[in-house]
């Protein structure tokens, strides 16, 4: 397992997929170890994946300073992988909040951005909001669902501010363009891959200068693609219109049918996507 080390010595290991140009991968949860991404529905046939897996996550070593859990912190170990793979410029690609890193990321240093997807994005880097009746709409779309009334009925608690353990658990399915067996799978592993005292971390205080950052993504001269699920509660696509425009050069792709995890959902359009973005 290829590994690096971070400005601060925490030693930080990364996972290959495919061969090619690189492109790097910086995974969601937030804090969640990177192999949920697999190698995201065989994009590694067209380029090659570096996966790091985030500090305090995976095969990564748990630094000393729980505080460089932030994510603003975190642009120095992205910046420090670039180094290491000997590149120039890098492309990234970022699911979910991830995205949120790769945001900071291209704030900071635009001149090292060549490409960057971003796939279902959070939007606290950027300060944008998405109200319950957005995602309460984007949720109707699966009404026909046997599992919808349950899993309403706890969305309507979470966005009237009644969430309990059990209201998230409920959605659950709303993140999957299908509700099988590999999506269950899929959710059910997400436990015991996540750090969650990282994940507390990662958005605290001073974490984010939404201003500052959109700023600097208006003179962001690289391609940008946003890929939203159609049925996707955490990115809407209406949602991901207006971050769309918050760059000079980005694309909005609505993928049909998808939910949060578009690879797992139809693997041949997300890889049919992705590959024609990236080159």
């Not at 990364?14 to 949860?29: D, Q, R, S």
Request: glycine share 8%.
């Amino acid at each position: 397992m290829p590994h690096f080390s971070a400005p601060d010595a925490t030693k930080l290991a990364y996972h290959v997929f495919g061969e090619g140009t690189p492109v790097i991968c910086l995974p969601g949860g937030p804090m969640q170890a990177s192999v949920y991404l697999g190698d995201l529905g065989g994009l590694s046939a067209h380029r090659q994946l570096v996966m790091p897996d985030l500090r305090g996550t995976g095969q990564s070593q748990t630094p000393e300073d729980a505080s460089s859990y932030r994510c603003d912190r975190l642009v120095d170990d992205v910046e420090a992988l670039r180094e290491h793979l000997g590149l120039e410029r890098v492309d990234l690609l970022a699911h979910s909040g991830g995205t949120n890193l790769a945001a900071l990321y291209a704030a900071r240093h635009p001149e090292r951005v060549g490409r960057l997807a971003l796939i279902t994005p959070s939007v606290m880097a950027v300060g944008l909001a998405i109200t319950g009746e957005l995602r309460r709409e984007t949720a109707r779309l699966r009404r026909d669902e046997p599992w919808f009334p349950a899993a309403f009925a706890a969305l309507e608690a979470i966005t009237a501010g009644r969430a309990t353990d059990d209201s998230w658990e409920a959605i659950a399915p709303f993140l999957y363009g299908r509700w099988d067996e590999r999506a269950r799978a899929h959710h059910a592993a997400e436990d015991g891959q996540r750090n969650n005292e990282a994940a507390a971390a990662y958005g605290t205080e001073g974490a984010f200068d939404p201003d500052a950052t959109r700023a600097a993504l208006a003179q962001l001269g690289a391609p940008v693609l946003l890929l939203a699920g159609e049925a996707d509660l955490n990115s809407p696509p209406r949602a991901m219109t207006e971050f769309a425009e918050l760059f000079p050069n980005a694309t909005l792709v609505v993928q049909p049918g998808a939910g949060h995890f578009p690879w797992l959902d139809d693997a041949e359009r997300f890889v049919a996507t992705t590959a024609a973005f990236l080159g």
